[in-house]
Structures are given as C-alpha cells and as structure tokens.
Nanobody, 123 residues
Framework: VQLQASGGGLVQAGGSLELSCAAS????????MGWFRQASGKEREFVAA????????YYADSVKGRFTISRDNARKTVSLAMHSLKPEDTAVYYC?????????????????WGQGTQVTVSS
C-alpha cells in the first residue's frame, strides 16, 4: 500500500480541518489504517486507527471526542475530521498501515508511511 496525506493547512484555535489519505494497492481494503502526528522536535505519536471494515476505531486520549477517523474502501481513502483544534495539535500528520495487533499505538507497529501534511493551529 502506498499512501499520500493531504488537507493540512493553517487554522485558528477552535476551528476544524479534515485530512484525507489516498491509498493505492490491492491490500487497502483488508488493512487497519492509522493516523499519527509529529510536532517539531518531538517523537511521532499515535492519533487514531480504524478497522478494515470501518466499524471500529480507537483514539489517543488527547484527541478523543474532537477527532473522528473514517474510511471509504470504495475510494481507498482514510479521513481524519478534526474539530476544536488546539495549538498543541500543530504537527505534520501521517497515515500508515497497522502490521501487528489491533490496539497498537507504537509507530513501530505501523508501516507504509506516506508523505505527511502540515497542520498549524494558531492561538
């Protein structure tokens, strides 16, 4: 699976943004997909993941209730709707494929990292 994230930009605190991840390859529909983010000078951190069928999800505590992950298997896309954005959400956001067990949050459990998209939240 090859991935390309898009949809980032500059938004004021309290605003919303929706990211999209376009996938190519034949295994997308059977893959658990995740979003990560990496702020400048910090380690990459887990944000959210969605099951292959799109019916189950899990989130980092820092974004729970504000972000929603979803997928469209027909279009081979994964989306991340972000609301009530905070300056601390500023980061480069990446999508990736889970290669280990459901519930994993370590970047080492994911691969097929594509180019990220920058999200900047101003205060």
């Amino acid at each position: 699976v090859q991935l390309q994230a898009s949809g980032g930009g500059l938004v004021q605190a309290g605003g919303s943004l929706e990211l999209s991840c376009a996938a190519s390859g034949r295994t997308f529909r059977s893959s658990v997909m995740g979003w990560f983010r990496q702020a400048s000078g910090k380690e990459r951190e887990f944000v959210a993941a969605v099951s292959a069928g799109g019916y189950s999800t899990y989130y980092a505590d820092s974004v729970k209730g504000r972000f929603t992950i979803s997928r469209d298997n027909a279009r081979k896309t994964v989306s991340l709707a972000m609301h009530s954005l905070k300056p601390e959400d500023t980061a480069v956001y990446y999508c990736a494929v889970l290669r280990t067990t459901w519930g994993a949050r370590n970047p080492a459990d994911f691969d097929s990292w594509g180019q990220g998209t920058q999200v900047t939240v101003s205060s």
